[in-house]
């Protein structure tokens, strides 16, 4: 039997290592899927990256990983085009739906209002919050 061994300094290769016999057991189950990553920037006027939205596609959903709008930016509906685009890209590469995560400080009511709706919840994380899981269909 293998003993589990802690990595300090993971890197790629080995997540991808760990991820391949779950690929295969999932692919097994419900077939292969397309994988896509989606990245949506915003730029400032010397056309350097100051946010945007970062995502995977799979099994049919796009996962939005992370979705960064600086301080100067925010209420200008930057956010709101970055997810509209962001249902656009889904869209083309055959999604159903859009999910998410988000925490009680952070934009919770920023994706409701775009029609997402709470799937799940983790209270005290972190300590006196809570992080929310959200989903749209788009199909």
């Given at each position: 039997m293998t003993i589990p061994e802690i990595i300090s300094g993971p890197t790629?290769?080995?997540?991808?290592?760990?991820?391949a016999p779950l690929i295969a057991h999932n692919e097994s189950m419900v077939g292969p899927t397309e994988r896509h990553t989606v990245a949506i920037v915003l730029r400032d006027g010397g056309g350097a990256i100051v946010g945007g939205l970062w995502g995977l596609t799979g099994f049919r959903w796009l996962f939005v990983q992370y979705l960064a709008v600086p301080p100067a930016l925010k209420g200008q509906g930057r956010g709101r085009a970055l997810m509209l685009a962001a249902e656009d890209e889904a869209r083309r590469l055959g999604c159903i739906g859009i999910w998410l995560d988000t925490f009680s400080f952070q934009a919770r009511g920023f994706y409701e209002k775009l029609g997402y709706g709470v799937i799940g919840q983790i209270d005290d994380f972190p300590p006196g919050e809570a992080r929310f899981f959200l989903r749209k269909r788009i199909d």
């Open positions: 790629d290769a080995i997540r991808d290592a760990i991820l």
